[in-house]
C-alpha cells in the first residue's frame, strides 16, 4: 500500500521548457490536490479535483494545468516553466467527510533556471 | 489575506520539556483545524485535528487547544522529544470544504 506516490523526486528546467510532474495513489480518495511549498510562504493550494473529470483552480494556478481522467492519477502539468516556479511540490489525497485530513506525497523539487 | 498564522517561524525546547506552538485565525467560519508536521525531503504528515465544537483534543503527547473568542489554536508537546524536531504547520478549509489554507509553519528544535 503505497498511499500517495509523486515522480519524479527532483527535476531541472531550463526557462520554457515544459514537463508533467506525476502523482499516484492506491488509496482509492475521490479528492486530490497539488500544493507548492516556498520559504516563508507555507502551503499553497495550485489545482483540485474531487474526482475523475472534475478539477478546480486554487490560490495559484497560474502556469500550471491539471486533469483527472482516473481516480488514480492527477498529474500538474507545466506548459512553459519559468524561474518563480521554482518550489517544492506536494500532491495530496483525503477521503470525503468533514475533518478528513489530507495524506501528502513526499514531494517534487523543482527548480528552473 | 493571510487567513491562518503563525507568527513564530521558530522555537527551541529542551528535551523533556513542554513546546508550545502557536496558530491564530481570521475566519470564524472555520469548523475544524488541523496540525502537520514535515520532516525534511518528507510530505507533511497529520498529527492532530479539533473540531470548532471542542475546546481540546488529546493523543498522546501532543494536545490541542481551541480558543474560539481570540481565534487562537496552539499544540502542546508534552514532553517533548528530539524525534520531534521537524516543521509544524496549522490548517484549516478555506473557502469550501476542499481548499485547505496552511500557516506558514514553526520549525520546532528539541535539544537533547
Known amino acids: 500500500n503505497a498511499g500517495v506516490t509523486q515522480t519524479p523526486k527532483f527535476q531541472v528546467l531550463k526557462t520554457g521548457q515544459s514537463m508533467t510532474l506525476q502523482c499516484a495513489q492506491d488509496?482509492?480518495?475521490?479528492?486530490m490536490s497539488w500544493y507548492r511549498q516556498d520559504p516563508g510562504m507555507g502551503l499553497r493550494l495550485i489545482h483540485y479535483s474531487v474526482g475523475a473529470g472534475i478539477t478546480d483552480q486554487g490560490e495559484v494556478p497560474n502556469g500550471y494545468n491539471v486533469s483527472r481522467s482516473t481516480t488514480e492519477d492527477f498529474p500538474l502539468r507545466l506548459l512553459s516553466a519559468a524561474p518563480s516556479q521554482t518550489s517544492v511540490y506536494f500532491c495530496?489525497?483525503?477521503?470525503?467527510?468533514?475533518?478528513?485530513?489530507?495524506?501528502f506525497g513526499n514531494g517534487t523539487r523543482l527548480t528552473v533556471t | 489575506d493571510q487567513q491562518v498564522k503563525q507568527n513564530s517561524p521558530s522555537l527551541s525546547v529542551q528535551e523533556g520539556r513542554i513546546s508550545i506552538l502557536n496558530c491564530d485565525y481570521t475566519n470564524s467560519m472555520f469548523d475544524y483545524f488541523l496540525w502537520y508536521k514535515k520532516y525534511p525531503a518528507e510530505g507533511p504528515t497529520f498529527l492532530i485535528s479539533?473540531?470548532?465544537?471542542?475546546d481540546k483534543n488529546e493523543d498522546g503527547r501532543f494536545t490541542v487547544f481551541l480558543n474560539k473568542s481570540a481565534k487562537h489554536l496552539s499544540l502542546h508537546i508534552v514532553p517533548s522529544q528530539p524525534g520531534d524536531s521537524a516543521v509544524y504547520f496549522c490548517?484549516?478549509?478555506?473557502?469550501?470544504?476542499?481548499?485547505?489554507?496552511f500557516g506558514t509553519g514553526t520549525r520546532l528544535k528539541v535539544l537533547a
Open positions: 490548517a484549516a478549509p478555506g473557502g469550501g470544504t476542499y481548499k485547505y489554507i
Open positions: 488509496m482509492n480518495h475521490e479528492y
Open positions: 479539533i473540531s470548532s465544537i471542542k
Open positions: 495530496a489525497t483525503r477521503r470525503e467527510g468533514k475533518g478528513s485530513p489530507l495524506h
